[in-house]
């Protein structure tokens, strides 16, 4: 009934930018919360970064003063501004979507996931 549709990964290298979109569609009354997870391989799947629709956020300790989370409440869009990048930021990122859904329910959505690689 939700779907999440990401876009913007790729491969970089050490020191490069890349900006992650992530659009949610579908039956939605409103979304409290968006976010980026990543896992890498061999890893447990992890927060990056996550944003209310008052704009709050929190940030995993590694991505600070580097990774920045925005929101357009009107596009149900989220980003994730990734700079400097770090090999070790290589994994699959994943959006999330926290939803009320028109017919009153609320539940967590994940996109299908984007590769980032980051090359040293």
């Known amino acids: 009934q939700v779907q999440l549709v990401e876009s913007g990964g790729g491969l970089v290298q050490a020191g490069g930018s890349l900006r992650l979109s992530c659009a949610a569609s579908?039956?939605?009354?409103?979304?409290?919360?968006m976010g980026w997870y990543r896992q890498a391989p061999g890893k447990q799947r992890e927060l990056v970064a996550r944003i209310t629709s008052g704009g709050n956020t929190n940030y995993a300790d590694s991505t600070t003063g580097r990774f920045t989370i925005s929101r357009d409440n009107a596009r149900n869009t989220v980003y994730l501004q990734m700079n400097s990048l770090k090999p070790e930021d290589t994994a699959v990122y994943y959006c999330?979507?926290?939803?009320?859904?028109?017919?009153?329910?609320?539940?967590?959505?994940w996109g299908q996931g984007t590769q980032v690689t980051v090359s040293s």
């Open positions: 579908g039956s939605i009354l409103n979304i409290p919360s």
């Open positions: 999330n979507a926290a939803v009320n859904t028109a017919d009153s329910r609320y539940s967590w959505y």
